[in-house]
């Protein structure tokens, strides 16, 4: 069965950190692209960053360029987020997503998703 789960959510404190961890099951992380995506309350669905197949170059979005990292254990077949400096703004439900290829226009996201994961909640709030 192919999945993607992803954990590491939570409530933390403007200026704290996160790890999302998202892990994929039923078949290997490494021939795909991956993104991540959030979305707030009341809109659309974002791109935050992807990572290209095989080559693994990695992309963000300028709302969250030196703040977030993304990076793959294909050992465990997993990919994570690192969110540091956290601003109430990056409150959202937080997505990985698989696909073939970063977005040629938008290097950050996917331009079309095989597999989404179920999603985690992140709240930044004093």
């Known amino acids: 069965q192919v999945q993607l789960v992803e954990s590491g959510g939570g409530l933390v404190q403007p200026g704290g950190s996160l790890r999302l961890s998202c892990a994929a099951s039923?078949?290997?992380?490494?021939?795909?692209?991956i993104g991540w995506f959030r979305q707030a309350p009341g809109k659309e669905r974002e791109g935050v960053s992807c990572?290209?197949?095989?080559?693994?170059?990695?992309y963000y979005a300028d709302s969250v360029k030196g703040r977030f990292t993304s990076s793959k254990d294909n050992a465990k077949n997993t990919v994570y987020l690192q969110m540091n400096s956290l601003k109430p703004e990056d409150t959202a439900v937080y997505y990985c997503?698989?696909?073939?290829?970063?977005?040629?226009?938008?290097?950050?996201?996917?331009?079309?998703?095989?597999?989404w994961g179920q999603g985690t909640q992140v709240t930044v709030s004093s």
């Open positions: 039923g078949f290997t992380l490494d021939y795909y692209a």
């Open positions: 997503a698989a696909g073939v290829f970063c977005s040629s226009s938008n290097y950050y996201t996917l331009d079309d998703v095989d597999y």
């Open positions: 990572i290209s197949r095989l080559a693994g170059s990695i």
